[in-house]
């Protein structure tokens, strides 16, 4: 399964209707979340709904095209994201806006979420996230689930820790001393 179009039942249809609706708009997309954390390498990974991140002005556009196209765009309360609902299969989709700040309002994160562009994303097609951009993502999140999801990529990825280190750095330097925090645990249990 190397692309987002190719997760079996629900799920693949669910991201086929996304790509439909990137198609209809040009929108640049990137699936990142449990499904991206399942892809590249913990496959003990299982989530119920799907997150995409999306170009900050291309987010009213697809919602609008989402809407008459077999999704259920939700109202979301004020300062959260766009989610919509995939009326065939009951999907949840939650949209990530680049500029939107991930975290926790006690914790916001140090830098806001990136064009998909930069994360490996292309228009009109769902694309996996990058995945030193994956670990970017699941720092800035900062939840204990997102910490966990890091040990396991990076477990699952040995050969790929400077790359990931290296891409950080460019970030920022707090994701760099979290990775390297992580690491060390990643390394104890592998032992």
Known sequence: MLQPQDLP??????????????????AHAVLAGGWAVWRHGYVGRVTQDVDVVVGADEVSELLRVASVSGFEVLEAPPGRWPKLHHKETGIDVDLLPEHAT???????????????????GEPGRLRYIDLPALVALKLAAGRARDDSDVVELILAN???????????STLHVEYVRRFQ?????ADDQDQ
Do not use: K, M, N
């Not at 039942?9 to 040009?26: E, F, K, N, P, S």
């Not at 991930?102 to 490996?120: D, F, N």
């Open 9 to 26: 039942g629900r799920y693949g249809r669910a991201i086929r209707a996304i790509d439909r609706v990137l198609a209809a708009t040009g």
């Open 102 to 120: 991930p975290g926790t309002s006690a914790r916001p994160a140090p830098t806001p979420i990136p064009h998909p562009s930069h994360l490996g």
């Open 158 to 168: 040995p050969s790929e820790r400077e790359a990931i280190r290296q891409y950080l």
């Open 181 to 185: 925090e992580l690491a060390i645990r």
